[in-house]
């Protein structure tokens, strides 16, 4: 390892190799590409300066407003290094900064102002008269959150619709993982224990990641995915407590879902492991008349076992 680091000190990467050893999981990015020599030192101090504000949970927001401004600067290594620790440092600071949020003062503006999850940030900010809360709120927005809210509380969630600004200067797998998580933070697949988005988003984005972890496998994010679709497999299969896909009274499969499960394999389910998932149960489905027979189910819990064990 010391004669490695050595090696790339003389071409500038010394440091973008210990800031890919502290990300969790995996390989940097796919495609992300060292920078040439020349550009290097450029790109390294770039990395610096944008180190020491990352590092300090105080000092996050700067850190996320100097990548949007500077990213562009770095190569798509340094940029994919500085994105993902973007996002650690944003997740690593989410629990202590809902603190923020929680007291019933700062509830109960928001409420009055009747606050949904769909509105821009500006019209969020239009709402609030409170001065406190708004800067609260601007806050909230600088440190790449944003509000969402369920039974009648309000708390901040990461907002991955706004990483989508790096995408044209990072590897090609963590600009994929950004669409992936972004899907889900702008519209989350359930509330309430219920599936709130269509059966056929829901199977769309099972298959997406399926197809990520076949084409990352040594992505940094693999394991995040991998999580991810340990959800979402098993809602394509069996639904929620509140939208069961199968009648509780009947065991009939919804029909809707039946629908969406033929319309997804019309051209066939290629390479794709959830396509391939579904190819398999529509047999088992047509000798059951769409029933959750014994058969049918002993096929269910075999797939759900595999995928909540990722």
Same mark, same amino acid.
């Given at each position: 390892m010391k004669r490695l680091q050595e090696t790339l000190a003389k071409t500038g990467r010394a440091v973008l190799l210990g800031a890919a050893?502290?990300?969790?999981?995996?390989?940097?990015?796919?495609?992300?590409?060292?920078?040439?020599a020349a550009a290097a030192a450029d790109a390294q101090a770039v990395y610096n300066q944008f180190r020491k504000y990352v590092s300090n949970p105080s000092s996050l927001a700067q850190a996320r407003k100097y990548?949007? $401004?500077?990213?562009?600067?770095?190569?798509?290594? !340094?940029?994919?290094v500085m994105t993902l620790q973007l996002e650690n440092a944003q997740k690593?600071?989410?629990?202590?900064?809902?603190?923020?949020? !929680?007291?019933?003062r700062v509830q109960k503006v928001l409420m009055e102002a009747d606050i949904t999850n769909d509105l821009t940030y500006t019209q969020l900010l239009q709402r609030i008269k409170d001065t406190g809360v708004r800067q609260l709120i601007e806050e909230t927005w600088d440190k790449g959150y944003k509000l969402e809210s369920s039974e009648g509380m309000y708390y901040p969630v990461m907002h991955y619709e706004g990483f989508k600004v790096f995408k044209p200067y990072i590897g090609k797998d963590i600009s994929a993982y950004i669409d992936i998580m972004?899907?889900?933070? $702008?519209?989350?697949?359930?509330?309430?224990?219920?599936?709130?988005i269509s059966w056929d988003e829901l199977i769309?984005?099972?298959a997406t990641m399926s197809d990520f972890v076949q084409d990352y496998p040594k992505s940094n994010r693999i394991?995040?995915?991998?999580e991810e679709l340990s959800y979402s497999v098993p809602m394509v299969l069996l639904g929620a407590d509140n939208t069961p896909a199968y009648d509780y009274d009947t065991?009939?499969?919804d029909p809707e879902?039946?629908?969406? !499960?033929?319309d997804v394999l019309m051209e066939g389910p290629g390479d794709n492991e959830v396509l391939n998932i579904l190819s398999k149960l529509i047999p088992l489905l047509d000798a059951s008349g769409n029933k959750r027979t014994g058969e049918v189910s002993a096929y269910l819990e075999q797939v759900v076992d595999h995928y909540t064990n990722l």
């Open positions: 050893l502290t990300l969790a999981g995996g390989t940097l990015a796919e495609g992300a590409q060292p920078v040439s990548l949007i $401004n500077h990213i562009d600067e770095a190569g798509s290594w !340094y940029a994919t690593a600071e989410l629990e202590r900064f809902s603190e923020k949020i !929680y007291p019933e972004a899907a889900e933070s $702008n519209k989350p697949a359930t509330f309430d224990a219920a599936v709130v769309g984005r099972a394991a995040a995915v991998r065991n009939v499969l879902l039946r629908r969406a !499960y033929d």
